[in-house]
Structures are given as C-alpha cells and as structure tokens.
C-alpha cells in the first residue's frame, strides 16, 4: 500500500511519530492537527492516510495511538483495534509506539538517532518530571518543543514551521536539529514571550483564604477581555512548593466575551509518583463541570449575569478546595 499523508498531533510527540513514518514509509505530507478536529471529523481522512497520536478518524490506513481514551472510544464504537493496521500501546509517548513497531517486525530498521529523539518524546509527552529542576533542564527535545511554542500569527505560519521542522526530525539527531537557524530564531522568540509569560503569572497569581499553606496556585483571567496565552505551568517558577495549578479563563461565542468561564487543573511535578490520594478529574466529575484524570483535567461553567458568575466563581473555587481534601 503506497499512503500518501502523515495526519498527526501538532506536537512534539505527534512530529516525532510523523518523522519516523515518514522515514519508513516514505510519505513526504504532512497534515498536523488536535484531537478535536478528528473528533468533529473536520478533515477527510481515507485509506491512504497514515494517523498519529489522534483519536482513530472515520477510517483511515494505518493508525498509530497511546491514549487510552482514544481506545475506549474506539471499543465503544464496536470497533477491534485488533482488525486496524499500525498499532495501538499505552506507551509513554506515541512516538514510542511507532518506534518499537518500526524497528521490530519486517526487519526495516531505524536511524539510530531516533532512539534519543523517542527518549525525549517519551518525557515530554507523558510530563515525567520529579521536580522543577528536572523540568526546567534544557535537554536538546526540551529546546525543541520550546521552538513549537512560540506564537504563530496564524494557522498557516504554524503548519510552516512544523511541515519544516518533521523532515529535519527524520533526517537528523536533535542536536543538529537545534542548529537549524528557523528553530534556533523560534527558540530565542519563545524564550522572550516567556520572560513575558512569566511575568504576567507572577501578577496574577492568588491563594484561596482557606489555602494557609498555598497549594493550589490560582491564576484568574475571567476579568480580561482576551484570553491571555499563557503557560500555567510557568506559576510553579514564582512558587515552586505548590502541588496544583488552577486556570480560569473566560469562554467566547463568537468572538465575544461571555459570562461563562473554564476551569483547568493540573497537579505539579512535586507530587510525581507520590502517594497522594489527590484526582482531579474527579473533582471535575463530582461538580459535573467536566472530565479528566488523576493528573490534569477542565470544565465548563455557565452563567448567566455578572454577578452571578462571580458568586458562582467563589462557589466553585472553594468546592474545589473541599474536594482536594486541603491541610
Ligand atoms: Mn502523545
């Protein structure tokens, strides 16, 4: 079977896993999207395609995954993965999964250069840091996921730099990557936009009353006409103790501002492989504001005025805070 496109997640772990298809199978187009527009089947995807690190598509020839939600759904839809060619594996990252299919098997076997590249993917993709220390640490993948993170103008601008960015992943170690002046240009523009980041969540964050000990970091954006970009976990460098991070933000119909907010919330790299007892994705259930898991998860609050989103707001920040179970 000759494919003719890579469809993939537009992140590091998704471009590591096109890079690799590609060197396999050959296939030089790349089309980088998020998992809702596979869930909203936005793009025709067909028997040609090969689909990496996304929900499985309507049909498609070769699908590559490690979420295990993305198998649930699957399951649900009285589909085997058994019956789907490519593979499915809870792997750290779904780079790991294309690497381990590519490199056993039919005897085609990989650039070694890979092996690092799928390492970094791995620690990246499944956020497998004990400490600040460790995650702040500039490893060669890190420096290159920096460089996808810098802000695009727009859509076009993005699927520039990351069509650029996959062939160079596939043909070099992540070194050589990094001496690419477009990524060594975008890494300097993400570490200026961060400075800028930083500085603004410094501004922003807060503590609940009841929070003696400043565990959950709250960060507050309903009040701003635009949703900021910002990188919550930038928060822990102003108070590297928390265990958690909250984001409010609010929500837009239509390019206007509503009464109606998001809550996000992850846990900190303090608590890794602690005993913690701690799942946010049920404290988003038992609100039944949204979904997630143990680790990170969001939902959706709907007011009507003003005033009754900030009480609602004030309701909901210290339900949460009964739920986490605080000291
Ligand atoms: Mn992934």
Redesign the pocket.
């Known amino acids: 079977m000759e494919y003719k496109r890579i469809v993939t997640?537009s992140?590091f772990?998704?471009l590591v896993s096109a890079a690799i298809c590609s060197y396999a199978e050959g296939v030089e187009r790349f089309i980088f999207t998020g998992p809702n527009s596979i869930a909203r089947a936005e793009i025709s995807i067909d028997m040609r395609d090969i689909v990496c690190?996304l929900p499985y598509p309507l049909e498609c020839g070769v699908w590559f995954d490690?979420?295990p939600g993305n198998l649930e759904a699957l399951k649900l839809r009285g589909i085997d993965p058994e019956t789907i060619p490519g593979r499915f594996d809870e792997k750290p990252?779904?780079a790991r999964v294309v690497y381990e299919f590519y490199s056993s098997g039919d005897g085609r076997s990989l650039p070694s250069h890979f092996a690092e590249t799928v390492d970094e993917a791995d620690r990246i993709?499944s956020f497998d840091y004990r400490s600040i220390e460790e995650w702040r640490r500039e490893t060669p993948g890190k420096l290159v996921d920096m460089s996808l993170k810098v802000y695009f103008p727009g859509p076009r601008e993005q699927t520039k730099y990351l069509n650029h960015l996959v062939p160079l992943l596939r043909d070099h170690s992540l070194a050589e990557v990094l001496e690419d002046t477009t990524v060594a240009s975008n890494l300097e523009r993400y570490r200026v936009e961060e400075e800028r980041m930083s500085a603004l969540i410094e501004r922003s964050i807060s503590f609940l009353s009841q929070d003696t000990s400043r565990e959950i970091i709250i960060l507050d954006f309903v009040h701003h006409k635009r949703r900021p970009r910002v990188l919550k976990n930038l928060a822990y460098l102003h108070y590297p103790q928390a265990l958690a991070a909250l984001t409010l933000n609010p929500l837009f119909r239509g390019g206007v501002k509503t009464n109606d907010f998001s809550v996000s919330m992850s846990l900190s790299m303090n608590l890794t492989d602690k005993k913690h007892g701690k799942d946010i994705g049920e404290i988003m259930r038992t609100l039944d504001i949204g979904d997630g898991h143990i680790g990170a998860a969001a939902g959706i609050v709907r007011c009507g005025t003003k005033e009754e989103m900030l009480r609602i707001k004030e309701k909901t920040l210290s339900s949460i805070w009964k739920l986490w179970g605080g000291s």
């Open positions: 997640h992140d772990d998704g690190d490690h979420h990252s779904c993709d």
